[in-house]
């Protein structure tokens, strides 16, 4: 099962080119609901949310909604006491609801694969209990085959991305570690990748059909592999996401 969505939903820059220009800004998640069945929620990277919101988002979405819900940067970027507890309990309703997919544990570049930050991803996956735990990586040293299998003996998925092809970064692979394959469009947005005056000009990319086609059979592999594929689109300014996965979506349904 392949599902489709985007990181993120509630972007002003979206009325008008996805949310009509008069919907209220408390029925965006809803409205968004309407065409995608997940969504990744970036919002929890920079706050842990309270319960009501939390609540919120499971009862504006329809049965068999999915979140994946971005770790915490306190669990992911500080490390230094990280409340993995305290996130764990904030999401719950998402899981008593049956509508959390996993958390994903997005690391910044500068976590290389030293004996340290394996022992860190040991505690997170202790810290997390028995939550689906999905980690991307951003540095490219984190590809050699003894990843994928600690990865595993860990239990922890395998966050799979496109992004520019940029010395250092992460290249297109198609792993899966764990029940839960993850992929994630970044856009290659090379010139503004390091270097941007606003966070959202690294995600400016509108993708062609070629590049999008690059990934029909990695996505197949990862299809056979696990047991659900989340494939969010982050190239959200101007909801260029929202064209990704309607461009891919019908590829895919091509056969």
Partial sequence: MIRLGTSGFSYDDWVGAFYPPDLPKREWLAYYAREFDTVELNVTYYRIPDRRTVVGWAERT??????????????????????FAGFAGAIEPLRAAGKLGCILAQFPYAFAPTAANWSYLGRLREGLGDHTVVVEFRQRGWVQPDTFERMKGLGLGFCCVDEPPLEGLM????????????VR?????????????QAWERYDYTYPDGELREWLPRLKLLDQQAEVVLVYANNHYRSQSVDTLRALRGM????
């Fill in 185 to 197: 469009f970044h856009g290659r947005n090379a010139r503004k990748w390091w270097e941007h005056d």
């Fill in 171 to 182: 290249p297109p692979q198609a792993h899966a570690t764990g029940p839960v394959a993850y």
């Fill in 252 to 255: 895919l349904a091509e056969g």
């Fill in 62 to 83: 329809p049965p068999g909604f999915l979140f994946a819900v971005k770790a915490f940067g306190g669990l992911t970027h500080e490390r230094q006491e990280p409340d």
